[in-house]
């Protein structure tokens, strides 16, 4: 691994917090998001049968996984696309370039992909002099103002019209500020159009790959995606080795429960089903279709079957959506590509817990994001895991390393565990700080406390005490 | 283990819990925030068990139920502690516990953390008979309360593992609308989280005082003089900030709110 270079998280979050413009912006977003949802699956009972058929198909998938990517890649070759696998991002980032290189091919027109984010690809192929155009339209506002993507779905929710407005009439020429969304749709129609006939080569992701029939599905909305995977001649895909599934008949379910959960829709406008490169005979199409498998992480992941869970992942984002942390802070105080409940399972398994391991402490465990989850992932279980790895590390070669388990903090869950369980201690010490009035220090844990509430006091009487007055059998 | 890891998955909804007939006695666990910081709330759900006719015993051993520690990743701790508790309720009574919170922790997670355990049967037989308070008093108890309180209109703070662990609120609310003088205004993003979580409080104090402060902005709004909840917890977390903004709400645990309004 790189930089293991631990997250600033807390900076992060301080600079989330005091943007008030961004607490707005999300707060009517993910309300808005979170309503949307409610009413595209009106029946309890409906939605949790598809919860459940969601969740036997990511588990059937990945309870396959090696024999159906086999499958998958068999059918991909026999239908006359091409496979390459890739360890890490480096390799799946060397392997675009090298397809880039053989068609001398020096523009590319992106669809959105969250798996070209974890390789940070535009990046990479800037440096070798290859242009890759965002062309979804929030990925288009973003890279146009030189930002990431702050959530999975709708990369630039943190924007509101205004903001968006603004960085159209600053960074693409001759563009004059307006705020009517047909307009500003209209001038990225423009740029992109022009951008998409002269493209080399079209990327995109993948959001099922079919081991039954080798065939890729991706869905999308603004059809740029069926732009970039049939325009170019050269059509690369990438997907992370996770986004397998066995067959065909899988897709209805979780078609449903994606574009449901991720934008209360019941279908989206494109559902694109690629299963070759153009044929003889046939009008459109690339001419190559060549499909790039990354692991990054996800293998080692696969090896614990509790934690294997974080890869039934379906990339819907709604876990973001209802999560009141990510709801506050947004999607770039996360630190890495895949923010909200899912990121703060995913990073720091991928990333390590060195660096990553702070966002596994970022939670309530309010289970909003469980109660959500169409493929049922135990997210807050996971992350209960995540942080007994981090202490402790049961069940694991070694315990990680801990970012925020100083010795104090060790020693002062030995001596809590000590105190309960051990009531006389516990009555005793609690009796001698209740009789003092216990005067709260302004420090540690309790200055943290303070900062926005009183603190509570230790009532002079106990209940154990009272229980006793008041002659309460004890057995 | 596979039926663990099933019962942890489906996180067993009560929906489909089938609840005992009304015991002889019954069994208390106060918790720990109850038993420090709430000792009157604690005592108020024992008076309303009585009152029904139940003989409630409190092992006077009982401290806290482990979540705690069990939340922050430190399971041999919380393994410590929660099989210290489990060894004070030995009979075959319902474990009747004022708080959505640690009840969650008792009926779903003791499972998973002493999932290792060569006790587990005894283990699953203890998780199998706790009951968070109100839950008791609707299905098991049927009780019926009247209200002898002046007219007054109270909110109600839903506690996370209350609402999606132990799904108990609507019992929680059936009893406060049971009161003929109390009207009941809801919060706005009531199924939102008060920002407490336990260490997260003190782990991420900003974010959780992000959500304190809004939950506190929801209770303004309903221009309640008295917030209900159901844990201790949350109730610590939400009154803090009412206090620390001397805003002019006050807040009680639901027990001893009932047993004010009744006993009148």
Redesign the interface.
Known sequence: MDDQTPLNFDENVARALSDSQLRKNLAFAMGNFRQKRKAIFPDPIELEALRDAGNEIRRRALARLPELLERFEKNCVENGMHVHWAETTNEANQTVLEIMRTHDATRMVKGKSMVSEEMHLNRFLAEHGIEALETDLGEFILQLSGETPSHIIVPAIHKNKAEIADIFHQKIPDTPYTEKVEELNGIARRVLRKKFHEADVGLSGVNFAVAETGTLCLVENEGNGRMCTTVPPVHIAVMGLEKVIEKLSDLPVLLRLLTGSATGSLITTYVNMISSPRKTGEKDGPREVHVVILDNGRSKIYADPTFRQTLQCIRCGTCLNHCPVYTRIGGHAYGFVYPGPIGKILNPQVQGMKKAGVLATASSLCLACEEVCPVRIPIADLLRRLRERMHQGTGHAAPDFNPSGSIAERLAWKLWALLNRHSGLLHSAEKVMGSVGFISPRVGILRKWSICRTTPTISPRRLHELVEQQGVDDE | MLFVFFV??K?MNNINRNYPEKPE?VY?F?T?L???????A??AG?KLLQREGV??????????C?Q???????????R??AE?QIELFPKPLPVVVPSGSCAGMMRHHYP?LLADSPNIDRILNFSARVFELSEFLVHVLDIKLEDRGVPMKVTWHSS??AM??MNVIEDSKSLIRQLKNVELVELENE???C????T??????????????DKVAAVRKTGAPLLVAGDCGCM??IS??I??QKLPVESRHLAEFLWERTNG
């Open positions: 942890v998955n996180k006695a208390y106060g720990c109850a038993g420090t910081f709430y000792p009157d604690g005592m024992i003989r409630v015993i409190f092992p006077p051993g009982q401290t806290c482990g705690p520690a069990y939340n922050a990743g430190y399971w041999r701790e919380a410590g502690v210290k998973v996370c593992h999606r662990e199924h939102e989280c920002g407490f979580g336990g997260f409080s003190v782990k991420h104090p900003r974010i959780s005082e992000a959500m304190v402060r610590m977390n803090g900030a206090a620390h």
